[in-house]
């Protein structure tokens, strides 16, 4: 049970778009559209933004967009704000009925 | 939105044992299934244990199997980990999560820290 493998950091500036990815193993990310999105602020519990891939909760704005290829999920902020520099972090469910999460992606608005 | 309240957490020795309760503040508490994710201060996030709606169905991530149970009261709307063997390893602010989306953990309680120190 290895954690998904994200980049450490990605930066943009006010409006430009980024994308973080997350990569699994057919174990994991591959086997399933179980693919979840969370973002954490400082000193702050997590919070879902996206789950199911490409599913948004309510009250998240639909410039946050998720995908998936094979192993691979990513998550595309477009119109970056600074509202969104916060650290994010992926979580699929695996073959063995659990869970395992990302290593995380810390986002800085330039 | 229900809210969900962890208590428990402490400083103890290596090879003690603790229990982690988690209060939620409605009774939507008993739809969901519910977590237990962990994470070391400035770390990452890591999942640990989840437990189903009628609390039959249980799993562990590997390093805690055997060593901590998941357990719930739905009459008492409350979320149990029972944590045997504590190891350094250990050391981290545990968190309650609940879901009520597919696949989706979208209920976090503030979370409680347990510290494993000689």
């Known amino acids: 049970q290895s954690a998904l493998t994200q980049p450490p950091s990605v930066s943009g500036s006010p409006g430009q778009s980024v994308t973080i990815s997350c990569t699994g193993t057919?174990?994991?990310?591959?086997?399933?559209?179980?693919v979840s999105w969370y973002r954490q602020a400082p000193g702050a519990a997590p919070k879902l933004i996206i789950y199911e891939v490409t599913s948004r909760p309510s009250g998240v704005p639909d410039r946050l967009f998720g995908s998936k290829s094979g192993n691979t999920a990513s998550l595309t902020i477009s119109g970056l704000q600074a509202e969104d520099e916060a650290d994010y972090y992926c979580c699929s469910y695996t073959i063995s009925n659990t869970y395992v999460f990302g290593t995380g992606t810390k986002v800085t608005v330039l | 939105d229900v809210q969900l309240v962890e208590s428990g957490g402490s400083l103890v020795q290596p090879g003690w044992s603790l229990r982690l309760s988690c209060v939620a503040s409605?009774?939507?508490?008993?739809?969901?299934?519910m977590h237990w994710v962990r994470q070391v201060p400035g770390k990452g996030l890591e999942w640990v244990s989840r437990i189903s709606v009628d609390g039959r169905s249980l799993f562990y991530v590997d390093s805690v199997r055997g060593r901590f149970t998941i357990s719930r009261d739905n009459a008492k709307n409350t979320l149990y980990l029972e944590m045997r063997s504590l190891m350094h390893e250990d050391t981290a602010d545990y968190h309650c999560?609940?879901?009520?989306?597919?696949?989706?953990?979208?209920?976090w309680g503030r979370g409680t820290t347990v510290t494993v120190s000689s």
């Open positions: 409605e009774s939507t508490f008993r739809t969901y299934w």
């Open positions: 057919s174990s994991d990310v591959g086997s399933y559209n179980r």
């Open positions: 999560v609940g879901t009520s989306v597919p696949y989706g953990m979208d209920v």
